[in-house]
């Protein structure tokens, strides 16, 4: 799975973050599940809003469950209203048996043949350009989302700088996607600069890949 999502600033509010581990994967799946209802690659991988619904907590548990067991997952402290999911360098992208682990098991009994086609299409296109365009070690968000009513509040900003001054103490550069066009100067603020831009498989919606040079 290969994400990579935030929010613009606009009021800032001040948050301390912390590492989350395997009992707040419930708690920060939820949470991303609504930042992600209205993405383009969510909306199009299941156009339908109830079922979409019902899918997006079950992929979004996956993703940050991978996160805690396989990588590093940071979110906001008390309460818990933002997670970024990162994967490290040397295991920056995700792996089949790694992702049956944290529980991408028949996936079609849960979210249907049609999105699991589309769902999987943008996957193995999203793998392909990271390792065309990151053959250097480097850090993967894979995740990034901020609870709804907190958007545009400098949370997502916040929940990234953890890895991203190591990423800098290190001397490593750091990757994302994303299909939100608002998101681009969010991410260039934060210093990553877009790759590559264009079109999804299968008639999907514009994603734009990122990378933040090593500092």
């Known amino acids: 799975m290969s994400l990579g999502y935030?929010?613009?600033t606009e009021m800032t509010l001040t948050a301390d973050t912390m590492l989350l581990a395997d009992g707040h994967v419930p708690e920060?799946?939820?949470v991303l599940a609504r930042a992600f209802f209205d993405d383009p690659l969510f909306g199009?991988?299941?156009?339908d809003p109830m079922r979409r619904a019902q899918v997006l907590p079950w992929l979004m548990r996956i993703g940050t469950q991978?996160?805690?067991s396989f990588g590093?997952?940071?979110?906001?402290?008390?309460?818990l209203n933002g997670a970024a999911?990162?994967?490290?360098?040397?295991?920056s992208t995700v792996d089949p048996a790694r992702l049956e682990q944290a529980g991408f098991v028949d996936p079609a009994s849960v979210i249907g043949d049609a999105a699991l086609q589309r769902f999987g299409?943008?996957?193995?296109?999203a793998e392909e350009l990271h390792h065309r365009d990151m053959a250097d070690r480097h850090w993967y968000l894979m995740i990034l989302g901020v609870d709804p009513p907190f958007q545009g509040r400098g949370l997502g900003g916040a929940i990234m700088q953890p890895v991203l001054k190591r990423a800098d103490a290190d001397h490593l550069p750091c990757y994302l996607e994303t299909a939100k066009e608002r998101n681009v100067p969010f991410y260039r603020k934060h210093g990553f600069d877009v790759v590559h831009e264009g079109m999804m498989p299968l008639d999907g919606p514009r994603f734009w890949t990122m990378r933040r040079g090593a500092r």
Do not use: I, K, N, R
């Open 6 to 8: 935030s929010v613009e």
């Open 28 to 30: 920060a799946s939820a």
């Open 44 to 47: 199009w991988v299941e156009p």
């Open 66 to 68: 991978y996160g805690t």
């Open 72 to 79: 590093e997952v940071h979110g906001t402290a008390d309460p």
């Open 85 to 91: 999911v990162w994967l490290p360098p040397g295991a």
């Open 121 to 125: 299409a943008f996957m193995e296109h």
